[in-house]
């Protein structure tokens, strides 16, 4: 009896010196962790063999592609490894206040241009440093043709569109609700030819589609990566815009308290300067670690980096406005112009000005992202006592622009302002274009010096206003611009009762009015 019992005394030990290898962190016992793991980690796999014997710790990654976007599951998993959590710590901050991170290695967010669309547009810029100002305008006229992660999905596409919202705000600090409240980036966004819901599939699918894009915009890693295969047809050159990046730090997030002893194992193996040095050599990204010595393709300044929104609202509004990426809305604008006789003179010079600067002729960072953009629909109506012209073009090229501005500069004065009529011809023009077209976004810019003395009143506009289809009434609105002698108090109104606002042009110009409401829908 005494032997058996000695016998079964040993099995048990055994048995549980087994299971503690498997499930504990004590001593030199393999811990098994569960990692949520976002796509771009999966370089790091031939690192994680020597982790698991060096440190006893052994992750198993599942890599998601909403890794970065959805809070992960506490009792699936006991770390998290993404490139960014920013996203996460603006929509959950309650569940992520808890959790602790540590940065493992750093990427900016840059742009891949083709060899001749590069030397292009640096012979255009003092100095041939460009800015996310200069890529928009060139994805405007249609010359940079670029492929971008999905933003409601990867961390690479999220992170380059806070990046050119920011340089498009051009307040040098974090996006703030009132930076987004029209949408700046339709210029920009009508560049994008290529897109995917992760990183790594979005590399994949620029070499499969060389000839559809010029330019790949995603982690300086991925770029150095790619030209260092033979896949390409051509190198990117990499560009780190002057106006700055959003720079990601990839952190492992501790999401189950009980395994601190192996995370902090794990994250002390990752920073020592032997595996940061490996790291890079992988993964073409920086090292956290200072001491380490970057390769020379990661010795150039990452400059100034980029702050991400610290309101959730910001993001959002990001995101809806930029919308499907695999999926274009026709955007159109319809510009109410009066042409009555008190324009002649200054006035209609500073109209011409206007419209000449938002045809590319303003080449400040801001007059780049109102520009008109290829494939955005306009229309032009002059109006005085009546309406004396109309012309509508789609943009495809300077040929269509010049058509417009021919359209801005003729004559023929009215001897009147009808400045209700004319809003209610911009609304039955909106109409006809929403019935042939549901999906488009349509909004009014009504631009008046004087006030209403012909034609409809205010009271009748309103009236027909309410008869129109409900879906016109919801959603195009009008942005009328104040100038001259025009009555602002009905203007305030004709902008609120269509859910629009009026830009007071007397407090700048002409030319920073219509650059104020460029984007709002």
Not at 211 to 238: F, G, P, Q, W
Not at 410 to 422: I, L, M, Q
């Amino acid at each position: 009896m005494r032997r058996g019992a000695g016998l079964l005394a040993l099995c048990l030990a055994l048995v549980a010196t087994v299971l503690t290898a498997c499930s504990g962190d004590g001593g030199q016992d393999t811990v098994r962790l569960r990692v949520l793991a976002g796509p771009d980690l999966a370089v790091l796999a031939p690192l994680l063999g020597e982790l698991k014997d060096e440190t006893g710790v052994d992750l198993r990654l599942d890599h998601r592609a909403d890794a970065e976007t959805k809070t992960p599951d506490r009792d699936r998993y006991d770390l998290a490894w993404l490139s960014s959590d920013r996203y996460l710590r603006l929509t959950d901050k309650s569940a992520v206040r808890e959790w602790q991170r540590t940065p493992t290695m750093t990427s900016p967010v840059v742009i891949g241009l083709k060899p001749d669309v590069a030397r292009k547009l640096r012979a255009q810029v003092p100095g041939s440093r460009l800015t996310w100002a200069d890529i928009a305008d060139a994805a405007a006229t249609g010359t940079v043709r670029f492929g971008m992660a999905d933003p409601r999905h990867a961390g690479s596409g999220l992170a380059a569109l806070v990046g050119v919202a920011t340089a498009a705000a051009g307040t040098g600090a974090a996006l703030r609700p009132e930076d987004v409240s029209c949408d700046r980036l339709r210029g920009f966004r009508s560049g994008q030819t290529l897109t995917a819901g992760t990183g790594p599939a979005l590399v994949d699918s620029y070499v499969d589609h060389q000839d559809e894009a010029n330019a790949l915009i995603t982690y300086e890693s991925d770029l150095l990566a790619l030209n260092a295969t033979d896949r390409l047809d051509d190198r990117l050159e990499i560009v780190r815009p002057d106006d700055g990046m959003v720079l990601a730090d990839f952190p492992l997030l501790l999401l189950n308290p009980a395994h601190r002893t192996a995370y902090d194992k794990v994250t002390q193996w990752l920073r020592r300067d032997s595996v940061q040095r490996q790291i890079m050599r992988h993964t073409l990204r920086r090292p956290v670690n200072t001491a380490v010595t970057r390769d020379p393709r990661l010795r150039e300044p990452v400059g100034n980096a980029l702050f991400y929104p610290d309101r959730p609202a910001v993001v959002e509004t990001l995101l809806a406005d930029y919308g499907d990426s695999d999926r274009r809305t026709t955007s159109q604008v319809v510009f109410l112009l009066d042409f009555s006789g008190s324009m002649r003179g200054a006035r209609m010079a500073a109209l011409r000005e206007a419209f000449a600067g938002l045809s590319g002729a303003d080449l400040s960072a801001s007059g780049k992202f109102t520009r008109f953009y290829r494939g955005e629909r306009l229309t032009v109506v002059r109006f005085g006592g009546r309406v004396l012209e109309e012309k509508t073009v789609t943009v495809t090229g300077p040929r269509d622009l010049t058509a417009l501005a021919g359209t801005v500069a003729r004559g023929g004065y009215g001897d009147a302002t009808a400045v209700w009529s004319a809003l209610d011809h911009g609304y039955r023009t909106a109409a006809r274009e929403l019935a042939a077209d549901p999906d488009r976004s349509v909004s009014l810019v009504l631009m008046t010096d004087g006030e209403n003395n012909a034609g409809l009143s205010y009271a009748e506009f309103v009236r027909r206003h309410k008869a129109l289809p409900a879906a016109v009434r919801a959603d195009v609105h009008t942005y009328p611009v104040h100038f001259g002698e025009a009555d602002a108090g009905e203007l305030r109104r004709a902008a609120a009762r269509t859910g629009g606002r009026m830009v007071d042009a007397a407090r700048s110009s002409l030319s920073e009015a219509f650059k104020e409401i460029r984007g709002c829908h």
